[in-house]
Structures are given as C-alpha cells and as structure tokens.
C-alpha cells in the first residue's frame, strides 16, 4: 500500500537558517504529493501540492519538487522564520478507486530561535 | 469565506460511551472525509462521504459510522469508546470525490477516560 517516510525531529535551527526537511514515498502510478503544516492547537493547512512528475510547489518560500526518479518530494525554505514554527506532514493522494485517501507521514516538528 | 468547522472543540467522554463529532464543510464542497490524529503521529483516513454515499473506508473497525446529510455537513460516530480513540479527530472537504484538493478543520480533541 501507500506510504510515506519523512526525517524524524524534531529540527532545531536558528531563524535565517536553511530547511530541509526530507519525504521520500511509495505509492503506485502516480500519486499527488502534499505538505501540510500543523501549528500547535490547529487543524492541518496545505503548504504546497505538487500533481505530477518534475512540478515544484511553492508558497510562503517554502518549495519542494515532484522526483519521481527518486520518489521525493524534500521540502525546502532559504530562511526560516521563528513563525515558521510547527510541525510539518507530508502527505500523497494515491490512485486508489476514485475516493481521496490521503496518506500521511508521521511529521517533523520544526522549531526555529531567534 | 468560512473554511471547514467541527464541533465540538473538546470532548471528554469514558469507556464504553458514544460520541457525536459534527463537520460543515466548506460551501460548495460536496465531499467530506474524516482523519484520525493520534498525539505524535500523522493523521489516519477513517472515511470519505461524496453526495451523501460512502466513497471509501480507511482500516478501523465498525464501531466507527459516518453519515452525510443533503446539506452535505457530516457526523462521525464512535461506539463502545476505548482508551485507545483519544485523538484528534480531522474532517476535510473537497469540491469532489476524487482529484481535488482537501482543506482540513482545526479537528475535535477526544479523550477517552
């Protein structure tokens, strides 16, 4: 079945440091691969999406690119923020029968000092 | 525009009895899905409803139901609670059932005594 990996945190970096946080999946055909971000107390966001094969999402500086060669989807920011804080999930939406099944990793707590 | 709601914010229930969690999705959303989050993990798929017909069920057992009314909100129930349900509980909307992007509610909070 449908799973996704992602590095275990929690990540600790000092604001204006670079993350990357790392997703690797594995899913039959080709699965629609998000990031969600979850601030404490709140439901789930969507961050950014990607559908296809070598398509980059972006928002809020935050990107990641569809690999399907290597079947990642790494997230990465140039400079983190301290309200960039929480716990990010990545997640795919796999063929499976027509319905919405998203499956998601465990998450990586990201916690950034000024 | 509202997003998606869920009621109740917190529920603290005891062994055995049932729960009603409630989602209104947003408007003209037809599809409603229901997550599963366990403190620390990421969130498990329970259901998904398009047109008020099931559309899929993730692994959990029967004592979890769910139901879409003609306004398209939803109800999730739990019976028979165990210790093991505390969690919070995620609906989702979708314009529809398969392809498009799912926007999640800020969940219902269960703990289970």
């Known amino acids: 079945g449908d799973s996704v990996t992602q590095m275990e945190g929690p990540v600790t970096l000092s604001e204006e440091a670079f993350l990357t946080i790392n997703c690797t999946y594995t899913?039959?055909?080709?699965?629609?691969l998000f990031w969600y971000v979850q601030y404490p107390g709140e439901g789930l966001q969507l961050l950014l999406k990607a559908t296809k094969a070598d398509d980059k999402g972006s928002n809020k500086g935050f990107e990641a690119t569809y690999r399907k060669e290597t079947t990642s989807f790494h997230l990465e920011k140039g400079s983190v923020q301290v309200s960039d804080s929480a716990v990010y999930f990545c997640a795919l939406r796999g063929n499976s029968g027509g319905y919405q099944k998203v499956t998601f990793g465990t998450g990586t707590k990201l916690q950034v000092i000024p | 525009d509202a997003g998606v709601t869920q009621s109740p914010t917190h529920l603290i229930k005891t062994r055995g009895q049932q729960v009603t969690l409630r989602c209104s999705p947003i408007s003209g959303h037809k599809s409603v899905s229901w997550y599963q989050q366990v403190l620390g993990q990421g969130p498990q798929f329970i259901f998904q409803y398009y047109e008020k017909e099931e559309r899929g069920r993730g692994n959990f057992p029967d004592r979890f139901s769910a139901r879409q009314f003609p306004n398209y909100s939803s109800e999730l129930n739990v019976n028979a609670l165990l210790l093991g349900d505390s969690a919070l509980y995620l609906c989702a909307s979708s314009l529809g059932s398969a392809r498009e992007t799912q926007y999640f509610g800020p969940g219902t909070r269960l703990l289970v005594l």
């Open positions: 899913a039959t055909g080709y699965p629609s």
